[in-house]
């Protein structure tokens, strides 16, 4: 059995009188340790199928599978297990805790989870050794963002799952911040779903699943996926 499965997943946002179709009949599934591209056009529903599988929004009907626990099904307290134990999460805009420090942010994720990596070891994976002991205020909106995804690892979460994780850094970062992603998945066997609008980053997938107006379009499967460092835009 898939480590996900989305089945016939619908989710319709009421607006007055207009119903709104963010998800319309969204089927796909993930293996345990996939690392997944996920692409597709502005609406066309991806953040609410990652906020779906954080256990962050309910669904309209269907089905969603996680490691054998069908999460749209789960008690509130049930929910938040599984958000504080199974997910890391990185959002479009950081999140971040302001009043600590960057390692601080770090740490105060790894204190909830038990087999949690070392804050030090991924800050300096992320490139902020020397900027650890700095607020977010302090910090660059591309330093900010590797805060949040420092954060999200360090949990070594079994789903790590990442919206847009590039979007605020410059070529060299993102690049370095998508080579993390793609060793952690490989080394911690961690599930990894990635969004990007940047559809050249594909092929570094295990799979690249391609949305378009609230279904999963396209499911393709990479043999041998590319290693980051080589993949140019
Ligand atoms: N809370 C909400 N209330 C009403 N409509 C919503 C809500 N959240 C999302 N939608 C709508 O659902 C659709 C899908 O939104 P979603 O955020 O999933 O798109 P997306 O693929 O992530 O787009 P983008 O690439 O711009 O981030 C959009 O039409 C959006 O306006
Ligand atoms: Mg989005």
């Not at 293996?31 to 692409?39: C, P």
């Not at 070891?121 to 995804?149: H, T, Y």
């Not at 990894?192 to 799979?207: C, E, F, R, S, Y």
Request: glycine share 6%; proline share 4%; with cysteine.
């Amino acid at each position: 059995m898939p480590y996900i499965e989305f089945k016939n997943v619908c989710k319709e946002y009421k607006m007055g009188e207009v119903i709104i179709k963010a998800l319309d009949n969204t089927n796909f599934s993930i293996e345990k340790g996939e690392l997944v591209v996920i692409v597709g056009p502005s609406g066309a529903g991806k953040t609410t199928a990652l906020n779906i599988l954080g256990g962050m929004d309910s669904i309209t009907s269907g089905d969603v599978i996680v490691d054998n626990k069908n999460i749209s099904k789960l008690k509130n307290k049930e929910l938040i297990k599984y958000r504080r134990e199974d997910i890391g999460f990185v959002f479009q805009f950081y999140n971040l805790v302001q009043n600590l420090t960057a390692i601080e942010n770090v740490e105060l994720a790894t204190q909830i989870c038990k087999d949690s990596l070392s804050p030090d070891e991924i800050m300096e994976k992320v490139g902020l050794k020397d900027r650890k002991n700095n607020f977010p205020s302090q910090l660059s909106g591309g330093e900010q963002q590797r805060v949040a995804i420092a954060r999200a690892i360090a949990k070594n979460p079994k789903l790590l799952l990442c919206d847009e994780p590039t979007g605020a850094l410059d070529y060299k970062t993102g690049k370095q911040i998508l080579k993390l992603l793609q060793d952690t998945s490989r080394k911690e066997k961690m599930t990894v779903l990635i969004i990007t609008h940047n559809a050249a980053i594909a092929p570094m997938g295990d799979k690249v699943i391609r949305f378009k107006n609230g279904k999963a379009e396209s499911v393709e499967i990479n043999e041998s996926p590319t290693p980051i460092e080589e993949i140019e835009w």
